[in-house]
């Protein structure tokens, strides 16, 4: 990885069209399964709220976690398997060991922004700096160094990009479509505010590794 950590892209095109095409027909399919991140009382503004299609070790205690590894694991395998099997390919190249996907956590899921019914135009204008820790991890395997992937499936025309910190300089690292990117779990890092127009969501593959001396483990 780049020095420090930073955000790097491994590969532009990993993704075709045709692949995020169909990518975001299947989670519009599983739209009944998406979960809210906030409460009720939050959806009443007018303002985006963060959704996910199979929720991450981050947002949930390790019991409730744990069930929805029971339920959604068969699901997005029966719906991803393919680009699961890419990821893990790509991943192997990289890293230059064995990979496979952690048998107690969820395959990588989905961070979704979307608008609701009766909303024509909104914004997501939260900084929301933090670095990726997982609680959890010790629990289910044996901790090692932690990094987070990200695919972007579909991004808006306003705000397409991922901020980070160092030593107190803000950077903005550009997303595109189909690319595969990476960044130390350590790095402080904020979804860029951004607004969605009609028919514009934003859409992003969400995963973490567990990267170890010999194997490295994908969940999220």
Known sequence: MTNKNLPEVIQYDFLNQN???DIKNKVFELKSLWKYLTTEKDL???????????PGMYSREHFAYMISVKKFKPIMKEHFNTYYNKIKTKIEEVYNKPVSYLDKANYPGFHIYALRENQSIS??????????NFAYLSQITVPGTVVSMIIPIS?????GAL????????????YSEGMLAQWGSQVLHSIEPFSLNENECRITIQMHLNIRENEIAIFW
């Not at 991004?155 to 705000?159: C, D």
């Not at 030593?167 to 550009?174: G, K, S």
């Open 163 to 174: 901020l980070y910190k160092t030593d107190d300089v803000t950077t903005r690292f550009e």
């Open 19 to 21: 692949e995020i095409i």
């Open 123 to 132: 914004t997501y204008d939260s900084y929301n700096f933090h670095k990726d």
């Open 155 to 159: 991004l808006p025309s306003n705000g």
């Open 44 to 54: 009443s503004s007018n303002v985006i709220t963060t959704q996910m299609l199979s």
